[in-house]
């Protein structure tokens, strides 16, 4: 499919690659990616010493081995894994190694046992995880244009858009699987609006609601992105991954329907990216964690934006502004895969908001300070509405499914 053309338009997806990841790109600046908006990795601690436990409870099913590798996708500045391995117990940390994978160079003064590097290493054994990584893997976006026809969607350097050739292929099969563009009633639209697609500072975004089922016909396996493993086989989930719907409606009898102007953002690239990463794992488990929407409610007009300066902008690839777009986790998701929300796996591995007993503050006024603080941050990761929602896709490599607790879904 054509992505370029004369007088600088081009599709969305090597437009967003020299944006972030060029020489003058965005995640390139020296800032880093927290100058302009925080996780779940800036938003507390205790985010990095959740999965510091889960990498203890991968370490268990592992049968504690020599090694036990960490890799952290799309790391920053290393802020979550040098988190990781502070939080470790001693004895598991002095069999610890982390790997932090990401473009830019290496910041001064990072822990000696980081390795930095462009692509997972192969065949570690251990925990890869993957927060907020697949949302800035470049895609492309279609729109459909008066006539009902799907085009790539092309864009200037100033983010001025226009319509390209028409999706076709692999493209084209992925979006009539995962995100048909089949209309909404002129009247009114039955969908959820699309949530925020970063935590803005100091604001939480929209919650990502989780939505139902989607055919299971395989596609043709995509072609891993550059910097990671090929992927040969990319076999598509043979279980419903989704939580039930909720209070979700279908079009209204007798209005009529329109497709002009329905916008997709073509998934088939974090598809392939995170099937690349999960083959980097000889055994252990792999994590991606993002904001996430599913099969059979789709946001109608896509998820794409920009920020900057800890605000949402409009999304312009000229390199002055990060470039995102949501996640559909469920077209990710491989055999034996679980998808549950960031609420449940935080609640899973002990981060709680519950409130301090009074009691505490007139025992030890210090620690009821220290412990109220500490409730708060918890609750904004596992929020409502906010951090809580976002997904959690967890695929075991060898191991069995070492995360207790959380809603499994329904074969």
């Not at 600046?29 to 507390?44: D, K, L, M, N």
């Not at 268990?60 to 290393?78: K, N, Q, T, Y």
């Not at 160079?105 to 822990?111: E, F």
């Not at 895969?337 to 030890?364: F, I």
């Amino acid at each position: 499919m054509k992505r370029e053309s004369a007088g600088g338009v081009r599709g969305w997806r090597p437009a967003t690659e020299e944006a972030l990841y060029g020489p003058s790109g965005f995640y390139r600046r020296p800032e880093g990616p927290a100058g302009h908006f925080r996780t779940s990795v800036h938003a507390s601690p205790l985010f990095a010493g959740a999965v510091a436990r889960l990498l203890c409870l991968v370490d268990e099913a592992l049968a504690h081995p020599a090694e036990l590798a960490f890799v952290d996708m799309g790391a920053g500045r290393g802020e979550l894994v040098t988190g990781v391995l502070k939080a470790l117990p001693a004895e598991v940390a002095s069999r610890a190694r982390g790997y932090a994978v990401e473009r830019a160079a290496r910041p001064a003064g990072l822990d000696h046992r980081i390795e930095w590097l462009p692509a997972p290493p192969p065949d570690v054994t251990g925990l890869l995880f993957a927060n907020e990584w697949l949302d800035n893997v470049p895609l492309d976006v279609a729109e459909v244009d008066a006539e009902g026809t799907a085009r790539l969607v092309l864009v200037r350097e100033d983010g001025t858009e226009s319509l390209g050739e028409p999706v076709a292929g692999a493209e084209a099969e992925w979006l009539a699987r995962w995100w048909p563009l089949t209309g909404t009633p002129d009247s009114q639209l039955l969908f959820p609006d699309a949530p925020d697609s970063r935590l803005q500072l100091p604001d939480a975004p929209d919650a990502p609601l989780p939505l139902p089922d989607a055919p299971d016909d395989p596609l043709p396996p995509p072609e891993a992105p550059d910097g990671l493993l090929p992927a040969e086989d990319v076999p598509r989930p043979t279980e419903d991954l989704r939580p039930p719907a909720e209070g979700l409606q279908g079009p209204a009898e007798g209005l009529p329907v329109t497709t002009q102007g329905l916008r997709a953002e073509i998934g088939l690239p974090r598809d392939a990216a995170w099937a690349a990463a999960v083959a980097s794992l000889g055994r252990g488990l792999a994590v991606a964690v993002d904001y996430a929407h599913f099969a059979g409610a789709r946001p109608p007009f896509g998820t794409l934006t920009g920020f900057k300066d800890g605000r949402e902008t409009a999304p312009v690839p000229d390199g002055s502004c990060d470039i995102t777009a949501h996640v559909a986790l469920d077209a990710c998701a491989l055999p034996g895969a679980r998808l549950l929300s960031q609420r449940e796996a935080l609640g899973a591995l002990g981060v709680s908001g519950e409130r301090p007993s009074l009691a505490l503050a007139s025992t030890d006024p210090t620690a009821y300070v220290r412990a109220l603080a500490g409730a708060g941050e918890a609750a904004e990761l596992t929020a409502r509405g906010g951090l809580g929602d976002f997904g959690w896709l967890l695929q075991p490599v060898g191991i069995p499914d070492p995360l207790p607790g959380g809603e499994r879904p329904s074969t």
